[in-house]
C-alpha cells in the first residue's frame, strides 16, 4: 500500500489542489505568548504588536463557521503565541461549546494546569499537540524560561489521564539536543504517548539571529537517520515517529521517514485566520502571502477564489528552485520556508542532503 500511495501521489496532489477541500484551520486567537522561545517564527511575546481581533469577533467567526461549513469535515486548531494567555479563554471555549465546533489546540503546555485541561475538554477539546525540545536543561533554554520543561510534562500527564483523542508531542530538532532524542522517546514512553513528530528550525524569525539553532548537513541527516531507527524499533509497539512536513527530501529519506510522500498543503485543504483577522495558509508562512481579512472579507469567498498561489506554486521557480529537476515534486519546498525578501525558499532540504 505505500508503494502503490507513492506511486499515485503526483496525481492525488493534482486533484486534491483541484478540489481544495478545507479540512484544517488554524485560528490564532492571540500573538501573546508566555514564553520567550529563542525560535519563535512569529516573534511572540507578552504583549501583543497587532490589532487583535475582539473576543465577540472570534465569537462571531465560530458562529460563521458553525453555519457555512460542514462540522463533520472540518477540524479548527487554536494557535498562537499561546492560545490559554488570551484575556477571555473562558469565553472562548464556551463560544467553540455553543456552536459545536470540533477543535483542538497547539500549545507550550506552560498554563495547562489540572483546572484549564478539564475546562478544555468540558469544551469539547478533540487534538492537543504539546512542544517538548529536550530534556530539562535544553527545553528550558530554548523556551526561555526556566520550568517550562516540569509544565510541558505535566500538560503531557493531565492529557493522557483525560484521554485526549488525539494527542501528539513535537519537538523542535537542533545541535543542542540532538543527544536527547533517545532519552525524549523513553521519557514520552513512559508517559503512556504513541505520536512524535520532530521538526528541524529553519532561519527565520528570531532563530535567524541564533544560528547555533540551526543544523547543518551531518546533524540533518543524524535527525533523519535516529527517525528511522526509532520508525523500525517502536513501530511493533505502537509508537509512532515521524518527520514534520519540514521539507522535501531525497527519495532516501522519503521513505525511511514519512508515512506519506511529501506534500506541503498550505491553502490546499489548510487555512488560517490570524490574530489580527488576516486569512491566509498555514499560519507559519509568509504574512506577505495573506488574502483577505474576515473583517472586510467573507472567508470562504477569499478561500475559493483568492488562493490560487497556494494552489498553483509556478511562481516559486525562483532562487535554488529556478533550474531544478525536482520542482515538480516539491513545488519551491514548504511555504513556511519562503522568504518575502529573498524572492524564494530560505532553505532547500534536498540540496542540503545531497552536497
Not at 545541535?175 to 532519552?183: A, Q, R, Y
Not at 548537513?217 to 543524524?222: D, T
Amino acid at each position: 500500500m505505500s508503494r502503490l500511495r507513492r506511486v499515485l501521489h503526483p496525481l492525488y496532489r493534482k486533484l486534491e489542489c483541484a478540489v481544495h477541500p478545507l479540512r484544517y484551520l488554524f485560528l490564532e486567537i492571540t500573538q501573546r505568548c508566555n514564553l520567550r522561545c529563542r525560535h519563535c517564527g512569529s516573534d511572540c511575546g507578552r504583549d501583543t504588536r497587532l490589532d487583535e481581533l475582539s473576543t465577540d469577533e472570534w465569537l462571531a467567526f465560530f458562529g460563521y463557521l458553525a453555519v457555512r461549513c460542514d462540522r463533520r469535515k472540518l477540524a479548527l486548531v487554536l494557535t498562537g503565541g499561546e492560545p490559554l494567555c488570551h484575556p477571555e479563554w473562558d469565553r472562548i471555549l464556551r463560544g467553540l461549546r455553543e456552536h459545536g465546533l470540533a477543535w483542538g489546540m497547539v500549545s507550550n503546555g506552560f498554563g495547562l494546569d489540572r483546572e484549564n485541561m478539564a475546562r478544555a475538554v468540558e469544551a469539547g477539546l478533540i487534538s492537543l499537540t504539546v512542544s517538548l525540545d529536550g530534556m530539562r536543561k535544553s527545553h528550558d533554554q530554548l523556551r526561555g524560561r526556566k520550568g517550562s520543561f516540569e509544565r510541558a510534562v505535566k500538560a503531557l500527564e493531565l492529557a493522557v489521564a483525560a484521554r485526549v483523542r488525539f494527542l501528539d508531542v513535537v519537538t523542535c530538532v537542533h545541535p543542542g539536543n540532538l543527544d536527547e532524542l533517545d532519552s525524549v522517546m523513553g521519557l514520552l514512553e513512559r508517559i503512556g504517548l504513541s505520536r512524535w513528530r520532530l521538526f528541524s528550525i529553519f532561519p527565520k524569525g528570531r532563530a535567524r539571529e541564533n544560528e547555533d539553532l540551526l543544523m547543518g548537513a551531518e546533524g540533518f541527516k543524524r535527525m533523519l537517520g535516529f527517525i528511522e531507527e526509532a520508525r523500525e524499533q517502536k513501530a511493533a509497539r505502537g509508537f509512532h515517529v515521524d518527520f514534520s512536513c519540514e521539507g522535501y527530501l531525497p527519495d532516501r529519506w522519503e521513505r525511511a521517514v514519512r508515512d506519506e510522500p511529501y506534500f506541503c498543503r498550505a491553502g490546499i485543504s489548510i487555512g488560517s485566520v490570524l490574530c489580527d483577522g488576516a486569512i491566509s495558509a498555514c499560519p507559519n508562512i509568509s504574512r506577505s502571502l495573506v488574502q483577505g481579512n474576515i473583517r472586510t472579507d467573507d472567508f470562504l469567498t477569499v478561500w475559493e477564489e483568492r488562493f490560487q498561489p497556494f494552489r498553483d506554486r509556478s511562481w516559486l521557480r525562483k532562487g535554488p528552485c529556478a533550474d531544478c529537476a525536482h520542482f515538480a515534486a516539491c513545488q519551491g519546498n514548504s511555504l513556511h520556508l519562503y522568504d518575502e525578501q529573498l524572492g524564494h525558499t530560505v532553505l532547500c532540504t534536498y540540496k542540503l542532503l545531497c552536497d
